[in-house]
């Protein structure tokens, strides 16, 4: 297997039939979808059963999770079960492009030493100054550039996996991932992607106000709990 792909799904039951029509249309030989039913509370688990039944989706594989206990968890759940040489995560809300996944993995599946990350365009004034100023905390806190932390897709090396000891499980895990691809020595490298709105369902995380405002607070408390706890190893 050349690719696994990851995608979480919580409470995702009207945008399943079209994860799976999007992938579809862009999969290749020696691929994988590895759809992950992250806790999900809704219908999701009948979606799954009656969609996977066709024969189209053969390269689909389910992971299910009982209890939602973080993003993260979800995405390292499905990881744990990858085949593929390549890794990588993707978002189940549409925003991202399928097809920027096996773009993304064009440019990197000859980079043994090499990450790569969307990087997002084309987005709203507020987005952007938001990705800004958490991006600015992270840097200086953490003492490594690290732009646009949430954008999305994921690809990397299998053998980068294995290193993921302590990854968190919650939304923190991309700003993890992207730390320890800068510790390491990874190159990391960039796909511009253009995130479009949701078709179905809403943000688990930026649904309100204060679902912001948790996820804003939660994000800064971890870059400085991860801060603390490379100054205790050292």
């Not at 799976?20 to 059963?49: H, P, Q, Y």
């Not at 993890?176 to 691809?181: G, K």
């Not at 511009?192 to 996820?215: C, H, M």
Request: glycine share 6%; hydrophobic share 40%.
């Amino acid at each position: 297997m050349d690719l696994s792909i990851v995608v979480p799904c919580y409470n995702e039951e009207q945008n399943i039939p079209l994860i799976l029509k999007r992938f579809a249309d862009v999969m290749e030989e020696n691929v994988e979808l590895i759809l992950v039913n992250n806790g999900s509370t809704d219908n999701s688990s009948d979606v799954f059963d009656r969609e996977l039944r066709k024969s189209k989706y053969s390269f689909v594989r389910l992971v299910e999770v009982k209890k939602n206990v973080g993003y993260g968890h979800g995405i390292l759940s499905g990881l744990k079960q990858a085949k593929g040489k390549f890794l990588a995560w993707t978002h189940a809300d549409m925003q991202t492009d399928p097809g920027d996944v096996l773009k993304g993995y064009k440019l990197i599946k000859n980079k043994s030493n090499s990450v790569l990350k969307g990087k997002r365009i084309k987005r709203k004034l507020g987005e952007t100054l938001f990705t800004f100023g958490m991006s600015v905390i992270a840097s200086i806190v953490l003492r490594k550039m690290l732009f646009d932390v949430n954008a999305q897709p994921k690809i990397f090396p299998k053998e980068f996996y294995e290193k993921m000891l302590n990854a968190p499980d919650d939304f923190s895990l991309d700003l993890y991932w992207l730390y320890l691809a800068k510790k390491e020595g990874y190159e990391v490298l960039s796909l511009p992607v253009y995130f479009k709105d949701r078709i179905y369902g809403e943000s688990k995380w930026a649904f309100s106000f204060s679902s912001r405002l948790r996820t804003i607070l939660r994000t800064i408390r971890y870059i400085f709990a991860l801060k603390s706890h490379l100054t205790s190893k050292r």
